[in-house]
């Protein structure tokens, strides 16, 4: 069992930055990819972005590269998403997932979610 609560979320003005933080707590035995979606009412939840147990591989949606980026701490079970250069139709409610079968955006592989934390980007 692992248990996955995100924070960092907020009110930000387009342009602005945030840091999503996501901490892992409970069982974690076996080597999980962690991963960002986020939901927005009305619409289908979509992938953000991916990170392997070491780190050492990334994988962003088309409209997170270049402004987002995902790192881990595996030492504090914690993984990041800083998000820059945000802009309105980034809103959403953000939750970070883990996977025991692969870097990947498919939300089926994805084994424990968090609750999520609100983004809204709004001047």
């Known amino acids: 069992q692992v248990q996955l609560v995100e924070s960092g979320g907020g009110l930000v003005q387009p342009g602005g930055s945030l840091r999503l933080s996501c901490a892992a707590s409970?069982?974690?035995?076996?080597?999980?990819?962690m991963g960002w979606f986020r939901q927005t009412p009305g619409k289908e939840r979509e992938f953000v972005a991916v990170i392997s147990w070491s780190g050492g591989m990334t994988f962003y949606a088309r409209s997170a590269k270049g402004r987002f980026t995902i790192s881990r701490d595996n030492a504090n079970n914690m993984v990041y998403l800083q998000m820059n250069s945000l802009k309105p139709e980034d809103t959403a409610v953000y939750y970070c997932a883990a996977s025991l079968t692969a870097e990947v955006a498919d939300i089926s592989l994805y084994d424990y979610w968090g609750r999520g934390t609100q983004v809204t980007v709004s001047s």
């Open positions: 409970g069982r974690t035995f076996g080597s999980y990819a």
